[in-house]
């Protein structure tokens, strides 16, 4: 089933139009993932999804057309943006800052600490600094809390952008590996990567979006052997 269907979307920096009739689709249980080199608009294509920047086109969400629906609604809907720079309060406790992915939802203590230890098992890094300061963390403990806060929501959708920026190889890879266990937990994934090899060889689905538009889309394996894509993309990209 469809969970995100976007057609022909636009959207604009103020009078510029950063990307140019952009359409694809993410189903249930799967990861999409879209690539293509810096400028051409894939941290703007979810910016617009997330509501966060003017569109036009049309945008439906579990068969709901979004519209010009607020952030908060999209967020009561199920889908999350996990963003590049990650947006942590790094004057705030781990702890706090996961409570925090909860705002739209019941505030009940009980509710939170179900939530909570979900995440910690999922993260025992996190558990481990649950009263650090975020501002303290290293650069991969930031990526796990700025997951687990999201996970807090219980999103259907995570979109997740540039999950391994300024990530060691290692990390990468723990990065990636917690990615495929939330598909497998029923968590959809869209995944915008600079890192076009590590995001296909964990993605189902593909798309290349160049100067604003989607120029290429195929499943994940038929892009790793695809002769454009391997020549511009994946001799720079390494897992």
Do not use: W
Request: hydrophobic fraction near 45%.
């Amino acid at each position: 089933m469809t969970l995100l269907e976007v057609k022909d979307l636009r959207v604009f920096h103020g009078r510029v139009e950063a990307v140019h009739r952009a359409s694809l689709r993410v189903d249930e249980g799967s990861i999409v993932t879209v690539i293509g080199p810096n400028g051409a608009g894939k941290t703007t294509l979810l910016a617009a999804l997330m509501g966060l920047l003017r569109c036009t086109g049309d945008v439906r969400f579990a068969g709901t057309m979004l519209g010009a629906e607020a952030v908060e609604s999209r967020v009561a809907r199920g889908l999350c943006l996990v963003p590049e720079r990650r947006e942590l309060f790094g004057e705030l406790t781990v702890e706090d800052n996961l409570v925090l992915g909860a705002f739209q939802r019941e505030r009940r203590r009980r509710v939170l600490e179900t939530e909570l230890v979900n995440v910690f098992q999922r993260f025992p890094r996190l558990k481990e600094r649950r009263d650090q300061l975020a501002g303290t963390l290293s650069g991969g403990e930031r990526q796990m809390l700025a997951l687990g806060r999201a996970l807090m929501a219980r999103p259907k959708l995570l979109m997740l952008d540039e999950p391994s920026l300024g990530l060691a190889p290692l990390v990468v890879r723990e990065v990636l590996r917690v990615i495929a266990e939330l598909r497998a937990a029923g968590v959809s994934i869209l995944l915008v990567e600079q890192n076009a090899r590590a995001a296909l060889q964990v993605a189902d689905y593909g798309y290349v979006l160049e100067t604003g538009e989607t120029v290429l889309e195929g499943s994940a394996a038929s892009l790793l052997a695809n002769a454009r894509v391997v020549d511009t993309y994946l001799g720079l990209a390494r897992a």
